[in-house]
C-alpha cells in the first residue's frame, strides 16, 4: 500500500521568500514521486516527478525536489516565491501502472 | 507528452438525470484509465480503474450502479453519472497513463476535468 501526508494544509510566504511544501511518502515498493500544481477551477499541472534517476528533481517554474530515502521525505521547495505561485499543491505517489495515490494538498499563499 | 482530453468541461444538470463524461487520450493508446473525484477544497479520490474491453473496478465505498463506466475503444472511457443527485456535484477528473520509452515507468497524463453541478 501506498500513502502519502503532505504536512500543513495552508503555507503562507512572503513574495521573493522560500517555499517549503512537506511530503512524506509510505511505499512497500520504490516509488514513483510526483507534484502537481492546481489552480482554481482548472485540471492538475504536473511540476515534477522522481522516478527513480535523479534524487534532485528540477520542474516547472523554478519548483525543485529532492527524494531523501532515508527520510520518506519529497519535499518541494522554490527559492523565491512569486505572486502567481498561489494554487493548491498536490503531492502523489505512484508504481507505475497504478493509480497515483494523492496527498490532501497544501494551499499556498504568496503575499505581497 | 501525451494529451488527455475531458468532455464536457462543465455541465449543470437537474437532479434524476443521467449524465456522460467522455475521456480521450488523443495521441495514444490507453487499454487502462483511472477515474477520480474530487470534492470543493479536498484532494483526488480515486473512484474507478476502467480497463479496455472489460469490466471496470470500482473503489471501496463507489457505487458501480450509480457511477457506470464504459472503456468501449483504446482512446476513449465514459463515466456516467445515473440519476444524478445533488451529492454527486464535484469535480470528476479522468487519467492515462503511458509507457516512457522502454522504461517500466508509465507516467500519468491527467484530463483537464469536468465540473458537475446537480441542481
Known amino acids: 500500500a501506498q500513502s502519502v501526508t503532505q504536512l500543513g494544509s495552508h503555507v503562507s510566504v512572503s513574495e521573493g521568500a522560500l517555499v517549503l511544501l512537506r511530503c512524506n511518502y509510505s511505499?512497500?515498493?520504490?516509488?514513483?514521486l510526483f507534484w502537481y500544481v492546481q489552480y482554481p477551477n482548472q485540471g492538475l499541472q504536473l511540476l515534477l516527478k522522481y522516478t527513480s534517476a535523479a534524487t534532485l528533481v528540477k520542474g516547472i517554474n523554478g519548483f525543485e525536489a529532492e527524494f531523501k530515502k532515508s527520510e520518506t521525505s519529497f519535499h518541494l521547495t522554490k527559492p523565491s516565491a512569486h505572486m502567481s505561485d498561489a494554487a493548491e499543491y498536490f503531492c502523489?505517489?505512484?508504481?507505475?501502472?497504478?493509480?497515483?495515490?494523492f496527498g490532501k494538498g497544501t494551499r499556498l499563499s504568496v503575499i505581497a | 507528452g501525451a494529451v488527455v482530453s475531458q468532455h464536457p468541461s462543465w455541465v449543470i444538470c437537474k437532479s434524476g438525470t443521467s449524465v456522460k463524461i467522455e475521456c480521450r487520450s488523443l495521441d495514444f493508446q490507453a487499454t487502462t484509465m483511472f477515474w477520480y473525484r474530487q470534492f470543493p477544497k479536498q484532494s483526488l479520490m480515486l473512484m474507478a480503474t476502467?480497463?479496455?474491453?472489460?469490466?471496470?473496478?470500482?473503489e471501496q465505498g463507489v457505487e458501480k450502479d450509480k457511477f457506470l463506466i464504459n472503456h468501449a475503444s483504446l482512446t476513449l472511457s465514459t463515466l456516467t453519472v445515473t440519476s444524478a443527485h445533488p451529492e454527486d456535484s464535484s469535480f470528476y477528473i479522468c487519467?492515462?497513463?503511458?509507457?516512457?520509452?522502454?522504461?517500466?515507468?508509465?507516467?500519468?497524463?491527467f484530463g483537464p476535468g469536468t465540473r458537475l453541478t446537480v441542481l
Open positions: 487519467s492515462a497513463p503511458q509507457r516512457e520509452g522502454r522504461t517500466a515507468y508509465n507516467e500519468q497524463f
Open positions: 476502467s480497463n479496455e474491453g472489460s469490466k471496470a473496478t470500482y
Open positions: 502523489a505517489v505512484g508504481s507505475g501502472n497504478t493509480p497515483l495515490v
Open positions: 511505499s512497500s515498493v520504490p516509488p514513483y
